[in-house]
Structures are given as structure tokens and as C-alpha cells.
């Protein structure tokens, strides 16, 4: 399902074109809005940056969807946010989008915490790293749940941004939550120091 979702929102957003181009003067988030799928809208601010010396603008863009029929007979309207990447030229004229992930409500909407350029793998550029937690309050567990996420860098990007799932896990912060029957769980990695400490001592020097 996610990958007929990801066709049809490049295809949106891209149609019949491998570049999108910015208008003289627009701002990253004039620019995002005005591209934007009609059935999406902006969640958290427009970021943009530069990333081993490629000018970016990262977008998170949240819309509803629904499960397939046969899977949800009441048809439920759930929430998720896009992560996306828009990769500038030289002249910050022309733009090629990637998706870098989904991010599917648990208990809460997902709160996009930290967004930074770290080292974490053998090579000498850094990867982007997005820190995102929820909320979590039910009768059994409550608490914030931390969740680490590292992509890797390519010179050119693609469609969709590698998940670097097992560095990932090295520093995931997980659940710091209480449980109901008593057991408590610290998490080791709740802010971007955390993280590139936990990287540090894993080898990875900034």
C-alpha cells in the first residue's frame, strides 16, 4: 500500500518532470505549500539547510488515508506524516524530491523533536538523523516513546532516502515509560547530545 502511495504523491507533485522549480524570491515554505498534494497539509515548520553541501528543504506534510476495504470494513480515516526532501541545483532554481519516511500515529500525532547532520557510518559524509516522539497514556503504560531514525547520503539522492536501520537501533531511544505493574523504563537517547554521544562511543567521530 505504501508503495502505490509513494508513485502516486511523486507523481503529484512531479508530474511529467524531473525538476521542480522555485520561483525568484519564494520561501522554502511558499515554495512547499505551493507544491504540496491539495490533500496534504504542513505539519511542523519547513526546514531549510544544507547537507554536505547540497542546499535542501525538509517538509513534513500530514494527510488521512484509509486501509483497504477488505482490511477495514468501517473504513476508519487514519493520520500519517510524509518526511520529504527537496534537493536544490547549484542555482537553488531546481528541486528533485526523495521521501525520507513515514510517520504513522501511534497513542499521539508524532512530535518531530530534533532534525541534524551527524557522522554514523564509515564514510566521511554525515547522514541525516531525525529524533520524533509520542506520547503514550493508556491504562497500562504511559510515558514518551523515542524514536531515532538515520538515512544515509548519496550524491544523488534517491526516490526514497536508505534507512540505516541497524545504527538506527544502536541509538533508539525506545519507551521511557511506567507500566502499570510497576516496571520502569529509562531511555538512554532523548535529545540530539544523546545521539551523538551514543555515536561517538559506537566509533563514529564527528
Known amino acids: 500500500m505504501f508503495k502505490l502511495f509513494l508513485f502516486l504523491f511523486i507523481c503529484i507533485i512531479n508530474v511529467n518532470a524531473q525538476k521542480i522549480s522555485r520561483y525568484k524570491g519564494e520561501s522554502a515554505e511558499s515554495f512547499i505549500l505551493r507544491i504540496k498534494p491539495s490533500s496534504s497539509i504542513v505539519f511542523d515548520k519547513v526546514i531549510e539547510t544544507s547537507w554536505n553541501n547540497t542546499s535542501v528543504i525538509i517538509a513534513f506534510l500530514s494527510e488521512t488515508y ?6 477495514d470494513p468501517q473504513q476508519t480515516a487514519y493520520k500519517r ?3 520529504t526532501l527537496y534537493a536544490s541545483d547549484s542555482y537553488k532554481k531546481n528541486y528533485t524530491v526523495s521521501i525520507i519516511d513515514t510517520l504513522i500515529e501511534e497513542e499521539s500525532p508524532p512530535k518531530i523533536e530534533h ?3 551527524a557522522n554514523a557510518d564509515n564514510d566521511k559524509d554525515k547522514e541525516l538523523i ?8 493508556n491504562p497500562s503504560v504511559h ?3 523515542y524514536s531515532t531514525s538515520i538515512y544515509d547520503y548519496t550524491q544523488k539522492l534517491p526516490k526514497k532516502l536508505v ?3 541497524d545504527i538506527s537501533s544502536n541509538v533508539n531511544g525506545g519507551c521511557d515509560c ?8 529509562k531511555s538512554k537517547f532523548k535529545n540530539k547530545e544523546d545521539i551523538i554521544n551514543g ?3 559506537l566509533g563514529h567521530t564527528q
Request: charged content about 15%; overall charge neutral.
Open 143 to 145: 510515558g514518551k516513546l
Open 163 to 165: 534507512f540505516l536501520n
Open 199 to 201: 555515536l561517538q562511543s
Open 130 to 137: 531525525i529524533l520524533t516522539t509520542w506520547d503514550i497514556n
Open 115 to 117: 532534525i541534524f547532520f
Open 66 to 71: 484509509l486501509l483497504p476495504l477488505r482490511d
Open 81 to 83: 506524516v510524509i518526511a
Open 178 to 185: 511506567i507500566w502499570e505493574i510497576g516496571r520502569i523504563h
